[in-house]
T-cell receptor
Framework: GQNIDQPTEMTATEGAIVQINCTYQ??????LFWYQQHAGEAPTFLSY????GLEEKGRFSSFLSRSKGYSYLLLKELQMKDSASYLC??????????????FGAGTRLAVHP | DADVTQTPRNRITKTGKRIMLECSQT?????MYWYRQDPGLGLRLIYY???????NKGEISDGYSVSRQAQAKFSLSLESAIPNQTALYFC???????????FGQGTRLTVV
């Protein structure tokens, strides 16, 4: 089966750096994703990691360690508009060779002035 | 226009009624998914389809059915709605070999 854990809530200050952790257990790991979701809106894609290491994209970076079943999303120079939920999702291989994307419960980030 | 369109956006229905949520996409993707989102539980997979005529159950398929009428259309039905199916429902699409999923704007369903 698949299991994904991430903190429920985090708070941070505008201009600061915040790290959101995600641990997972899955069979047939085939990629880890981070999505951003503002309240009442659709999730939007932030990043994708399939190999170990750090992927940087502007103010956002995502790290993966497959041996530890661990990832983090790093947000730098926080802005008020970064207040949102951040969803960790893992793609695992299921029977028949198909991939299935499973989401964690999300981390609600509140950025304060 | 949105690439992934869900209708209706909001719906209130009574217990026991049949309701259909529709999803259409203009991205030309082969894979489509239905998720529901509840506070504190994240997105949970209901059904997914990797092509027309391909239907697969997700984590929480009981009480739901789907139909993939065409590559661009994937509908979700609640045959007899119950209050604990009150949730925010999202349709998503991906293309085989691609890493990114695209989501519709969501359907807020309330069963009273």
């Amino acid at each position: 089966g698949q299991n994904i854990d991430q903190p429920t809530e985090m708070t941070a200050t505008e201009g600061a750096i915040v790290q959101i952790n995600c641990t997972y257990q899955t069979s047939g790991f085939n990629g880890l994703f981070w999505y951003q979701q503002h309240a009442g809106e659709a999730p939007t894609f932030l990043s994708y990691n399939v190999l170990d290491g750090l992927e940087e994209k502007g103010r956002f970076s995502s790290f993966l360690s497959r041996s530890k079943g661990y990832s983090y999303l790093l947000l730098k120079e926080l802005q008020m508009k970064d207040s949102a939920s951040y969803l960790c999702a893992v793609r695992g291989r299921v029977s028949g060779g198909y991939n299935k994307l499973i989401f964690g419960a999300g981390t609600r980030l509140a950025v304060h002035p | 226009d949105a690439d992934v369109t869900q209708t209706p956006r909001n719906r209130i229905t009574k217990t026991g009624k049949r309701i259909m949520l529709e999803c259409s996409q203009t991205k030309g993707h082969d894979r489509m998914y239905w998720y529901r989102q509840d506070p504190g539980l994240g997105l949970r997979l209901i059904y997914y389809s990797f092509d027309v005529k391909d239907i697969n159950k997700g984590e929480i398929s009981d009480g739901y059915s789907v139909s993939r009428q065409a590559q661009a259309k994937f509908s979700l039905s609640l045959e007899s709605a119950i209050p604990n199916q009150t949730a925010l429902y999202f349709c998503a699409t991906t293309r085989t070999g691609s890493t990114e999923a695209f989501f519709g704007q969501g359907t807020r369903l309330t069963v009273v």
